[in-house]
């Protein structure tokens, strides 16, 4: 089926037999334990919620259909969808390659759990050329870590060609697809192995419920990390199950809106005398605009830029906006805007973040569903303070 229909109907076909009532959309579970007839096994397939809670394997289904794969796992939180891939790919002394650009949070993940705990080894690179990927993979690599768009940054890295290069080492290509969405992009059709989501963000869409997803296709990794949901624990409750997939059935309308904002924006922000760069990847003049016309079907919501000036411009320019929300996240139908270097990315020792090039001046904009008029004159409103 079209990603549409899916969104809409995946994991939610109405059950009439066994007494059921046909519902169109699957009631929310809130049960923690399941009766059964016999000790042997489970009469209704269920057990407890933390194994298996029929509205998260709903929304589990849903979130596959929509990546164009075999299984979903919904967590917690996208860090806890993090974690439980680490854990279920990582050992001791083991070694990851990852994208420079990432998200501060996933970040200090690698360097503070699983570095300092566990010795795992982290090269973070520029995979905006795949020749750094691919000089970095060591004998004790075990997976590579892209972003694709990145947090804060807006780059890309060819999803295909690093996909080659590290099924061609032997080990699997994870691409936290946060920032484009299922709809504009899906990394497993391009090659990659499994796909990780902050659901917080565009899937869920209202910024009303924290989650995480992990998806993939192949059935071993699949078992590892379903393994791990349950034994580590960081499972989606049944309630943000239910509000994550009724955000996906209007996802496709959403990233439309998002992405024809976002151009209007970054264009307007691209010809402002107080900017000194804009990254949208929508823009021919992005450096990776061709990439992006080829790996992904739009350019989605997020645009970064830097304020001619430092801290201070980007201060006072942030404090003077009065309809988008100075708010860490991303993703949600309101528009927010943040500053990386003191807030999403300030976990990151100030010498790293600069050398990737989080620099102070940079702004980062969730562009939300309104007006777009509107969001532009508050814009404009805010960029005559400095
Ligand atoms: O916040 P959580 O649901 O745990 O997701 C973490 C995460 C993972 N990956 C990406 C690309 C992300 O952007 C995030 C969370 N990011 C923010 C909160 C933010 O404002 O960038």
Redesign the pocket.
């Known amino acids: 089926m079209a990603f549409a229909t899916d969104a809409v109907h995946a994991g939610e076909e109405p059950v009439f037999t066994g007494g059921a009532s046909g519902d169109v959309v699957v009631p929310i579970h809130l049960s923690s334990t399941f009766a059964r007839k016999d000790v042997d096994a489970p009469t209704g397939g269920y057990e407890y919620s933390r194994s298996g809670n029929p509205t998260r394997f709903m929304l589990e289904k849903k979130l596959a259909a929509i990546e164009g794969a075999a299984y979903g796992l919904a967590f917690s ?6 974690t439980t891939v680490g854990l279920s790919l990582l050992k001791k002394d083991d070694h990851v390659v990852a994208f420079d650009d ?5 970040r200090r993940l690698f360097n503070t759990v699983f570095h300092d705990n566990y010795g795992v080894g982290f090269s973070y690179v520029d995979a905006r050329n795949p020749e750094n990927v691919k000089s970095a993979i060591k004998r004790n690599t075990r997976f590579i870590w892209l ?1 694709s768009p ?3 940054l807006i780059r890309l890295c060819d999803i295909r060609e690093i996909s080659g290069i590290s099924h061609d080492a032997g080990i699997p290509v994870i691409v ?1 697809n ?2 484009a969405s299922p709809y504009f992009q899906q990394p497993i059709a391009l090659g990659a192995d499994i796909v ?6 565009y899937i869920n869409g209202h910024s009303d419920s ?3 997803a992990v998806i993939l296709s192949d059935e071993d990794l699949y078992q590892k990390i379903r393994f791990n949901q349950n034994a580590a624990g960081a499972i989606l409750s049944p309630f943000d199950s239910f509000l994550v997939a009724r955000g996906i059935k209007t996802l496709a309308l959403r990233m439309e809106r998002h992405m024809k904002n976002a151009l209007a924006i970054a264009e307007y922000l691209a010809g402002h005398e107080k900017v000194r760069e804009v990254s949208y990847p929508g823009l021919p003049s992005h450096p990776q605009h061709a990439l992006a016309q080829k790996q992904m079907s739009g350019f989605s919501g997020m645009v970064s830029f830097e304020l001619k000036g430092g801290k201070a411009e980007a201060r006072r320019f942030l404090k003077n906006l009065n309809l988008f929300a100075l ?4 993703g949600g139908v309101e528009s ?1 805007i ?1 500053h ?1 270097a003191t ?3 300030a976990s990151i020792p100030k010498n790293e973040r600069e050398k990737v090039g989080v620099k102070d001046s940079l702004v ?1 904009v ?1 562009v939300g569903i309104e007006n777009a008029e509107d969001l532009i004159a508050d814009l404009e409103q805010a960029l005559a303070t400095i």
């Open positions: 939180s996208g860090l806890a969808a993090e990432l998200y501060g949070g996933t972003e990145t947090n804060p936290d946060t920032f990780v989501h902050s659901t917080t963000k924290v989650g995480g708010a860490e996240s991303l927010l943040e990386p807030m999403t990315h980062r969730s």
